[in-house]
C-alpha cells in the first residue's frame, strides 16, 4: 500500500485531477444541481433586492417628506416599491426554505451513488487487495471520507459561482447608475473572493489534509483498541495505546485549532472587506450625488447592494480554509477506485457443464503480499463429484486459503486451480460461484431480519424454504419464540443474537442455495456437543448428492467424511 493510498502523503496531481472523478459523478445528476445553483441565485438576488430597494424607498420617501415640509410640491410612487419589496421578501423566504430543502436532498441523493459505487469497486476486488487495508480503514473510505465530498457542491462549487454572479450583477448595477462606484467597489470585491477562493485554500490546505489523515488514523486506531482491548489488558499493553491515541488528539486538535483561526480570519475578511467596498461605494456615491448625477435615494442603494452581499460571501471562508481536507478524501478515494485486484473475468468465459463439477488444485503455490512464508506450497488435490472431503489442519495451516482458491476469490502464484480440467481463470466467475456455496470463518449477517439475511442466499425463496433451512440448523423453535418471528431483526453484525445461532444462521443460509459444491469451513464453531451433534445429524440429509470440502481442526463432528488430508504450514501430509 503506498502513502497516497492511505492517505498519509498526498500526490502531486493538480486539484483539478483530484476532483474530476467526482465532478463526473456529479454530472449524472446535472439537471438536479443546475436547479439547486439557480435556486442558491434566486435567493441571493432576493435578499439583494430586498436590502437595496428597502434602502432606497426609506431613503426616498424621507426626501419626499422633507420636500413636501419645506413646502416644495413633491410626489412619490410608493405601491410599485413596496409591492417590489414584499415580493423580494417572500421571494427570498420560500426560495431559501425551497433551497434548502433541495440541495440537501440533491446532496443525500449524490452520496447514496457514490457509496454505491464505491462499494462496486470494494466487491471487484480479491482477498489480497482487500488485506493491503484494515477494516476500520475501509470503513472510513465508506462513511468518512465520502461524508467529507458532501461538501463538493454544495460548498465548494455552487457557493462561488453564485457569489461571482451576485458581486457581477451587483458592480452591473453600479455601473449603470455610477460607473467610478462600480469600479471602485468591483476591485475590492474582485479581490476579497479572489483571495477566499485561491489564496484562502492555499493557507489551509496543509493543516486541512492533515486533519483528515490524523482523523482517519485516529478513528482506525480507537476501533482497533476497542475490538482488542480483552488482550490489551491481559498482556498490559493498553497505555501505550492510549497514550498513542493521546498523541493523535492532540495533533488533530492543533490541526483543528489552525483551521479555525485561519476561518476566522477568512470570516474577518469578509466583513471588513465588504465594509470597505461599502464605503468606498458611499463615498464615490456622495462625489457622484454632489456632482448631480444621482438622487439622495440612489446614494443610499448603493451601499447598501453592496453590503447584501456579505450574505453570499460570508459561505465561502468555511469550506475553502477546509479545502484540503475534501482534497486528501477525494485523493484516498481516487486510490481506492484506482486499486484492482488480480482477479480479472476472462474475455471469452467457458462455461461449466450441467453435471457435478470435479474441482482440483494442481501444484498450487501461494504467497500473500509481504509474508516471510508461502501461505500454501506445491499443493494438489482433488474434490470428486459427489465426494465429502475433510481438510484437517490447525489454524493459519492455510485450509481458508484453499476455499479462496476454489471459490476464485484469489488466484494461486503458481500452478493452477481447475473444475473439470479447465482452469477456473477461463471460466465464467458468475456461472462458477452459481454452483458453489461456501461457509467461510466469519458469520457475517447484516442489520436486517433474519429472512432478509436468508434470502441473500436466494432471494426468491419462500417463507417455507426458510423455515425448512432453520430446521436443519436446530433453529425453527427459537425463530418462532421470537415476537416477530422471521422479520425479527438480528442487529449490526448479528449483535442480537448469540455466536452460535449467528454462526448457524450463516450455515442456513449457505443450504438455502441451490449448489452442487459446498464448502464448510468449521460449521459447527461457537455451537456445544449437543447442539453440533443435532446438526450434524440434519446436516447429512441435505448434503445428500453434493460434493462437500470440509476445512476444521478435527473431523469428529463432520458427517459423511468419505476421505481426510491433513494440512500443515501449507503442505500437504
Given at each position: 500500500?503506498?502513502?497516497?493510498?492511505?492517505?498519509?502523503?498526498?500526490?502531486?496531481?493538480s486539484?483539478?485531477?483530484?476532483?474530476?472523478?467526482?465532478?463526473?459523478?456529479?454530472?449524472?445528476?446535472?439537471?438536479?444541481?443546475?436547479?439547486?445553483?439557480?435556486?442558491?441565485?434566486?435567493?441571493?438576488?432576493?435578499?439583494?433586492?430586498?436590502?437595496?430597494?428597502?434602502?432606497?424607498?426609506?431613503?426616498?420617501?424621507?426626501?419626499?417628506?422633507?420636500?413636501?415640509?419645506?413646502?416644495?410640491?413633491?410626489?412619490?410612487?410608493?405601491y410599485v416599491?413596496?409591492?417590489g419589496?414584499?415580493?423580494?421578501?417572500?421571494?427570498?423566504?420560500?426560495a431559501?426554505?425551497?433551497?434548502?430543502?433541495?440541495?440537501?436532498?440533491?446532496?443525500?441523493?449524490?452520496?447514496?451513488?457514490?457509496?454505491?459505487?464505491?462499494?462496486?469497486?470494494?466487491?471487484?476486488?480479491?482477498?489480497?487487495?482487500?488485506?493491503?487495508?484494515?477494516?476500520?480503514?475501509?470503513?472510513?473510505?465508506?462513511?468518512?471520507?465520502?461524508?467529507?465530498?458532501?461538501?463538493?457542491?454544495?460548498?465548494l462549487?455552487?457557493p462561488p459561482?453564485?457569489?461571482?454572479?451576485?458581486m457581477?450583477?451587483?458592480?452591473?448595477?453600479?455601473?449603470?447608475?455610477?460607473?467610478?462606484?462600480?469600479?471602485?467597489?468591483?476591485?475590492?470585491?474582485a479581490?476579497?473572493?479572489g483571495?477566499?477562493?485561491i489564496?484562502?485554500?492555499?493557507?489551509?490546505?496543509?493543516?486541512?489534509?492533515?486533519?483528515?489523515?490524523?482523523?482517519?488514523?485516529?478513528?482506525?486506531?480507537?476501533?482497533?483498541?476497542?475490538?482488542?482491548?480483552?488482550?490489551?489488558?491481559?498482556?498490559?499493553?493498553?497505555?501505550?495505546?492510549?497514550?498513542?491515541?493521546?498523541?493523535?488528539?492532540?495533533?488533530?486538535?492543533?490541526?483543528?485549532?489552525?483551521?479555525?483561526?485561519?476561518?476566522?480570519?477568512?470570516?474577518?475578511?469578509?466583513?471588513?472587506?465588504?465594509?470597505?467596498?461599502?464605503?468606498?461605494?458611499?463615498?464615490?456615491?456622495?462625489?457622484?450625488?454632489?456632482?448631480g448625477?444621482?438622487?439622495?435615494a440612489?446614494?443610499?442603494?448603493?451601499?447598501?447592494?453592496?453590503?447584501?452581499?456579505?450574505?453570499?460571501?460570508?459561505?465561502?471562508?468555511?469550506?475553502?480554509?477546509?479545502?484540503?481536507?475534501?482534497?486528501?478524501?477525494?485523493?484516498r478515494?481516487?486510490?481506492?477506485?484506482?486499486?484492482?485486484?488480480?482477479?480479472?473475468?476472462?474475455?471469452?468465459?467457458?462455461?461449466?457443464s450441467?453435471?457435478?463439477?470435479?474441482?482440483?488444485?494442481?501444484g498450487?503455490?501461494?504467497?500473500?503480499?509481504?509474508?516471510?512464508?508461502?501461505?500454501?506450497?506445491?499443493?494438489?488435490?482433488?474434490?470428486?463429484?459427489?465426494?465429502?472431503?475433510a481438510?484437517?489442519?490447525?489454524?493459519?495451516?492455510?485450509?481458508?486459503?484453499?476455499?479462496?482458491?476454489?471459490?476464485?476469490?484469489?488466484?494461486p502464484?503458481?500452478?493452477?486451480?481447475?473444475?473439470?480440467?479447465?482452469?477456473?481463470?477461463?471460466?465464467?466467475l458468475?456461472?462458477?460461484?452459481?454452483?458453489?456455496?461456501?461457509l467461510?470463518q466469519?458469520?457475517?449477517?447484516?442489520?436486517?431480519?433474519?429472512?432478509?439475511?436468508?434470502?441473500?442466499?436466494?432471494?426468491?425463496?419462500?417463507?417455507?424454504?426458510?423455515?425448512?433451512?432453520?430446521?436443519?440448523?436446530?433453529?425453527?423453535?427459537?425463530?418462532?419464540?421470537?415476537?416477530?418471528?422471521?422479520?425479527?431483526r438480528?442487529?449490526?453484525?448479528?449483535?442480537?443474537?448469540?455466536?452460535?445461532?449467528?454462526?448457524?444462521?450463516?450455515?442456513?443460509?449457505?443450504?438455502?442455495?441451490?449448489?452442487?459444491?459446498?464448502?464448510?469451513?468449521?460449521?459447527?464453531?461457537?455451537?456445544?456437543?449437543?447442539?453440533?451433534?443435532?446438526?450434524?445429524?440434519?446436516?447429512?440429509?441435505?448434503?445428500?448428492?453434493r460434493?462437500?470440502?470440509?476445512?476444521?481442526?478435527?473431523?469428529?463432528?463432520?458427517?459423511?467424511?468419505?476421505?481426510?488430508l491433513?494440512?500443515s504450514?501449507?503442505?500437504?501430509?
Amino acid at each position: 500500500m503506498s502513502e497516497c493510498q492511505d492517505g498519509s502523503r498526498p500526490g502531486r496531481g493538480s486539484l483539478v485531477a483530484d476532483f474530476r472523478p467526482w465532478l463526473g459523478r456529479l454530472g449524472r445528476r446535472r439537471r438536479r444541481l443546475w436547479l439547486g445553483g439557480a435556486l442558491m441565485l434566486l435567493t441571493a438576488a432576493a435578499g439583494i433586492g430586498l436590502l437595496a430597494l428597502s434602502g432606497w424607498f426609506i431613503t426616498a420617501t424621507a426626501v419626499t417628506g422633507a420636500l413636501i415640509a419645506a413646502g416644495v410640491a413633491a410626489t412619490l410612487e410608493v405601491y410599485v416599491p413596496g409591492g417590489g419589496i414584499r415580493a423580494f421578501a417572500v421571494t427570498r423566504t420560500v426560495a431559501r426554505y425551497t433551497e434548502r430543502l433541495y440541495n440537501h436532498d440533491t446532496v443525500l441523493r449524490v452520496l447514496a451513488d457514490l457509496r454505491a459505487d464505491l462499494f462496486a469497486v470494494l466487491v471487484r476486488l480479491d482477498g489480497q487487495a482487500l488485506s493491503r487495508l484494515r477494516a476500520s480503514e475501509w470503513l472510513n473510505r465508506l462513511t468518512a471520507d465520502i461524508d467529507t465530498l458532501d461538501g463538493l457542491y454544495l460548498r465548494l462549487l455552487a457557493p462561488p459561482v453564485v457569489a461571482l454572479l451576485a458581486m457581477l450583477a451587483v458592480v452591473g448595477l453600479l455601473g449603470i447608475m455610477a460607473p467610478p462606484v462600480a469600479w471602485g467597489a468591483g476591485l475590492v470585491l474582485a479581490a476579497l473572493w479572489g483571495w477566499l477562493v485561491i489564496g484562502q485554500p492555499a493557507w489551509g490546505m496543509t493543516p486541512g489534509q492533515r486533519e483528515v489523515v490524523t482523523r482517519d488514523r485516529l478513528r482506525s486506531r480507537m476501533i482497533e483498541l476497542l475490538q482488542g482491548l480483552a488482550e490489551l489488558r491481559g498482556y498490559g499493553t493498553l497505555a501505550p495505546r492510549r497514550q498513542e491515541l493521546a498523541a493523535l488528539s492532540r495533533r488533530l486538535y492543533a490541526d483543528q485549532r489552525r483551521l479555525a483561526a485561519r476561518q476566522g480570519v477568512a470570516q474577518a475578511l469578509v466583513g471588513c472587506g465588504v465594509s470597505a467596498a461599502a464605503v468606498l461605494a458611499l463615498w464615490l456615491g456622495a462625489r457622484a450625488h454632489a456632482a448631480g448625477h444621482i438622487g439622495a435615494a440612489t446614494l443610499v442603494m448603493l451601499p447598501l447592494a453592496v453590503l447584501a452581499l456579505g450574505e453570499v460571501f460570508g459561505a465561502l471562508p468555511g469550506a475553502f480554509t477546509r479545502l484540503g481536507g475534501t482534497r486528501a478524501a477525494a485523493r484516498r478515494l481516487n486510490a481506492l477506485v484506482a486499486t484492482s485486484g488480480r482477479i480479472r473475468p476472462p474475455r471469452e468465459a467457458r462455461r461449466l457443464s450441467e453435471a457435478m463439477p470435479a474441482l482440483a488444485l494442481e501444484g498450487v503455490t501461494l504467497r500473500y503480499p509481504d509474508a516471510l512464508t508461502a501461505a500454501l506450497d506445491d499443493i494438489s488435490l482433488t474434490l470428486h463429484p459427489g465426494e465429502r472431503l475433510a481438510l484437517l489442519g490447525a489454524s493459519g495451516a492455510g485450509k481458508s486459503s484453499i476455499g479462496q482458491l476454489l471459490t476464485r476469490q484469489i488466484d494461486p502464484s503458481t500452478g493452477r486451480v481447475t473444475v473439470d480440467g479447465t482452469d477456473l481463470r477461463q471460466v465464467s466467475l458468475d456461472d462458477l460461484r452459481d454452483r458453489i456455496a461456501c461457509l467461510t470463518q466469519h458469520s457475517e449477517l447484516f442489520q436486517a431480519s433474519v429472512a432478509d439475511n436468508l434470502r441473500l442466499a436466494d432471494p426468491e425463496a419462500d417463507e417455507a424454504a426458510l423455515w425448512r433451512v432453520l430446521e436443519a440448523v436446530d433453529l425453527a423453535e427459537w425463530a418462532r419464540s421470537l415476537p416477530e418471528g422471521l422479520e425479527t431483526r438480528v442487529g449490526e453484525s448479528g449483535r442480537r443474537v448469540s455466536g452460535g445461532q449467528a454462526r448457524r444462521l450463516a450455515l442456513a443460509r449457505v443450504l438455502l442455495r441451490p449448489a452442487d459444491v459446498v464448502i464448510l469451513d468449521e460449521p459447527f464453531t461457537g455451537l456445544d456437543e449437543a447442539t453440533a451433534v443435532r446438526v450434524a445429524g440434519r446436516l447429512d440429509a441435505w448434503l445428500a448428492g453434493r460434493s462437500v470440502l470440509y476445512l476444521a481442526h478435527d473431523a469428529s463432528r463432520l458427517p459423511g467424511v468419505t476421505r481426510t488430508l491433513t494440512l500443515s504450514e501449507g503442505h500437504l501430509r
